[in-house]
């Protein structure tokens, strides 16, 4: 059985600091990677997508994936109270009809 | 780009009643959408996987005839919970994947939230 694996937390960051989430997965096949945020009561919104090995930076995300340590992160520099949410780690493997497998969440606190 | 909408935002509904739930892609046409259910304090767990003209994908222990879902076109999913019960009251979401530019990648709708009495 596919497994996508995060710690629930809650991930308590002062505000300014950089925030760390991690992810492992269990199916070597994945081959795209995703990171989605959501608020309390709300749907989940796409913060950023990988494919290769390396990092992706975008604004004050970086994502990171090492496919051979089965591990995607997530850091949130100059951490913001509007950043207190869920972040979820979603990974795809094509040959499974392209659905998304999740982790649980990681819940993260900003604190002002 | 890459709107999806769902319609209605939150129905509340009587025992034995059946609910439709709408999910539209408002700027690019979904190759696929995939209905999603979550409970409270939980993660989100894949209901079936929909393919415009063709018959849904349901996961394991999701029942098709409770659920009917229908994917008329290539901007319109339908999910209809069919004689629903206190324990069908969750939070349902749906998402669509695009043509060409947003492949790969699933858009979600703001999500429904229903609650039977």
């Known amino acids: 059985q596919k497994e996508v694996e995060q710690n629930s937390g809650p991930l308590s960051v002062p505000e300014g600091a950089i925030a760390s989430l991690n992810c492992t997965y269990s199916d070597r096949g994945s081959q795209s990677f995703f990171w989605y945020r959501q608020y309390s009561g709300k749907s989940p919104e796409l913060i950023m997508s990988i494919y290769s090995n390396g990092d992706k930076e975008d604004g004050r995300f970086t994502a990171q994936l090492n496919k051979a340590s089965q591990y995607v992160s997530l850091l949130i520099r100059d951490s913001q109270p509007s950043d207190s949410a869920t972040y979820l780690c979603?990974?795809?493997?094509?040959?499974?009809?392209?659905?998304?497998?999740f982790g649980g969440g990681t819940r993260v606190l900003v604190k002002p | 780009g890459a709107v999806v909408s769902q319609h209605p935002s939150r129905v509340i509904c009587k025992s034995g009643t059946s609910v439709k739930i709408e999910c539209r892609s408002l700027d690019f046409q979904a190759t696929t959408m995939f209905w999603y259910r979550q409970f409270p304090k939980q993660s989100l767990m894949l209901m079936a996987t929909?393919?415009?003209?063709?018959?849904?994908?349901?996961e394991q222990g999701v029942e098709k005839d409770k659920f009917l879902i229908n994917h008329a076109s290539l901007t319109l999913s339908t999910l209809t919970v069919t004689s629903a019960h206190p324990e069908d009251s969750s939070f349902y979401i749906c998402?669509?994947?695009?043509?060409?530019?947003?492949?790969?990648?699933?858009?979600f709708g703001p999500g429904t939230r229903l609650t039977v009495l």
């Open positions: 979603a990974v795809r493997d094509k040959a499974a009809g392209n659905k998304l497998t």
């Open positions: 998402s669509a994947e695009g043509v060409a530019g947003q492949e790969d990648t699933q858009y």
């Open positions: 929909s393919n415009e003209g063709s018959k849904a994908t349901y």
